[in-house]
């Protein structure tokens, strides 16, 4: 039977007994970094999500990453709240298992390359003739057909191919690498919570189970609105730093301080950039908002942009964001990963807590992404 091996957390509160999706069990058969941290958000949702791992080293990510102790960082972060059990697939008894637990099962989430799982015996066609209610996830960096369905990759790839990294870059041109992982999450966690729960929810109407195959390429390329906006308007992309949201226009970008920390200037209407004009002290700046179509990325734009710059090197990330604290036009302050924790919005909302680990001890645990009524 599942057993319990790992995580303990706080008493879950009345709320939490009763999330939305209390009954539905879902086995997860992923690895790493997108399929778990999917699986995490339907367990925080209520689910129970049973992870199977191999009888050998398990996830990869138990030894990935910063490993304190016996178990890394990474595994702990992105499979709280999970029953664990350990099946050889390749073994017939443990195969047999395996297919006793999808009878009491609502869906079955992988993500093997493309034909896996066919070749163990327990596909898609195997299974929904075995449970036709059955949802069935595969997350794959390139999707279940096409010249890379068989290609390995990581998020990296990923948004190499959907075009990321080309625009998300420094002024030179040179890719920067973000510290979210924008394909895992976006691409694999997210866009397979929605397709799942959309499934789960079409059997619930009535309907039979279905497949549902989450290419996280597709899935980064189809969010990735801005640079599709420039091709139709003028039949090519921006420059590196110089589309609409990347620093093509001065009223949203981020500037640095006297102190080498930054401000992020979000102040996109033209209400907050005029608000904003009257913390900087130049009103004469109020009528050099971007135009849609005509100034972004252009000469005047950059001028404008470059006298932020030399304002806001005038005075440390203290003193303006005390400025712009009491000012409604979204400017503010650019904080590390530890201030945000410390920070009070992110407190209040109990996105920080801690939680215990067998092996590893004490440590920091996410609240979750979702908040129910009771």
Same mark, same amino acid.
């Given at each position: 039977?599942?057993?319990? %091996?790992?995580?303990?957390? &706080?008493?879950? !509160?009345?709320?939490? +007994?009763?999330?939305?999706?209390?009954? $539905?069990? *879902?086995? =997860?058969?992923? %690895?790493?970094?997108?399929? &778990?941290?999917? !699986?995490?958000?339907? +367990?925080?949702?209520?689910?129970?999500? $049973?992870? *199977?791992? =191999?009888?050998?080293?398990?996830?990869?990510?138990?030894?990935?990453?910063?490993?304190?102790?016996?178990?890394?960082?990474?595994? $702990?972060?992105?499979?709280?709240?999970?029953?664990?059990?350990?099946?050889?697939?390749?073994?017939?008894?443990?195969?047999?298992?395996?297919?006793?637990?999808?009878?009491?099962?609502?869906?079955?989430?992988?993500?093997?390359?493309?034909?896996?799982?066919?070749?163990?015996?327990?596909?898609?066609?195997?299974?929904?003739?075995?449970?036709?209610?059955?949802?069935?996830?595969?997350?794959?960096?390139?999707?279940?057909?096409?010249?890379?369905?068989?290609?390995?990759?990581?998020?990296?790839?990923?948004?190499?191919?959907?075009?990321?990294?080309?625009?998300?870059?420094?002024?030179?041109?040179?890719?920067?690498?973000?510290?979210?992982?924008?394909?895992?999450?976006?691409?694999?966690?997210?866009?397979?919570?929605?397709?799942?729960?959309?499934?789960?929810?079409?059997?619930?109407?009535?309907?039979?189970?279905?497949?549902?195959?989450?290419?996280?390429?597709?899935?980064?390329?189809?969010?990735?609105?801005?640079?599709?906006?420039?091709?139709?308007?003028?039949?090519?992309?921006?420059?590196?730093?110089?589309?609409?949201?990347?620093?093509?226009?001065?009223?949203?970008?981020?500037?640095?301080?006297?102190?080498?920390?930054?401000?992020?200037?979000?102040?996109?209407?033209?209400?907050?950039?005029?608000?904003?004009?009257?913390?900087?002290?130049?009103?004469?700046?109020?009528?050099?908002?971007?135009?849609?179509?005509?100034?972004?990325?252009?000469?005047?734009?950059?001028?404008?942009?470059?006298?932020?710059?030399?304002?806001?090197?005038?005075?440390?990330?203290?003193?303006?964001?005390?400025?712009?604290?009491?000012?409604?036009?979204?400017?503010?302050?650019?904080?590390?990963?530890?201030?945000?924790?410390?920070?009070?919005?992110?407190?209040?909302?109990?996105?920080?807590?801690?939680?215990?680990?067998?092996?590893?001890?004490?440590?920091?645990?996410?609240?979750?992404?979702?908040?129910?009524?009771?």
């Amino acid at each position: 039977m599942p057993h319990n %091996r790992g995580m303990t957390q &706080p008493d879950p !509160t009345p709320a939490e +007994a009763s999330q939305p999706l209390a009954g $539905i069990s *879902i086995l =997860d058969l992923t %690895r790493l970094l997108p399929g &778990p941290m999917a !699986t995490m958000h339907l +367990a925080d949702m209520g689910a129970t999500v $049973i992870k *199977i791992e =191999d009888k050998g080293a398990g996830d990869y990510a138990r030894t990935m990453s910063h490993v304190k102790h016996q178990v890394s960082q990474l595994f $702990i972060a992105v499979n709280r709240g999970k029953q664990f059990v350990r099946l050889d697939l390749k073994d017939g008894g443990d195969r047999e298992r395996f297919l006793a637990m999808v009878d009491a099962a609502d869906a079955v989430i992988e993500s093997f390359r493309p034909g896996v799982l066919d070749r163990l015996g327990l596909g898609w066609e195997t299974l929904k003739r075995r449970k036709p209610t059955l949802v069935m996830c595969a997350i794959t960096g390139y999707g279940q057909h096409g010249p890379l369905a068989q290609a390995a990759g990581h998020d990296i790839n990923y948004l190499g191919y959907a075009g990321v990294l080309a625009q998300t870059a420094d002024e030179n041109g040179r890719p920067v690498l973000p510290n979210l992982q924008i394909a895992d999450l976006l691409g694999g966690a997210q866009t397979a919570v929605q397709g799942i729960l959309a499934a789960l929810l079409a059997v619930k109407m009535g309907g039979p189970g279905r497949f549902v195959d989450v290419a996280m390429t597709d899935a980064v390329f189809a969010h990735h609105l801005m640079p599709l906006l420039a091709l139709n308007c003028g039949g090519r992309t921006a420059a590196p730093a110089r589309d609409f949201l990347t620093g093509g226009v001065p009223c949203y970008g981020i500037y640095r301080c006297s102190d080498g920390r930054y401000m992020a200037v979000g102040a996109l209407e033209l209400k907050f950039w005029q608000t904003c004009c009257d913390v900087l002290q130049r009103p004469d700046l109020k009528d050099r908002h971007w135009s849609i179509g005509q100034d972004i990325g252009s000469d005047d734009a950059m001028a404008v942009k470059a006298e932020l710059e030399r304002i806001f090197a005038t005075r440390t990330q203290a003193d303006w964001a005390a400025l712009f604290e009491p000012a409604d036009c979204c400017v503010t302050p650019v904080l590390d990963p530890t201030e945000a924790a410390a920070h009070p919005q992110i407190v209040e909302r109990g996105m920080v807590r801690p939680a215990s680990h067998p092996t590893e001890g004490e440590y920091l645990s996410t609240g979750p992404a979702v908040r129910f009524s009771s």
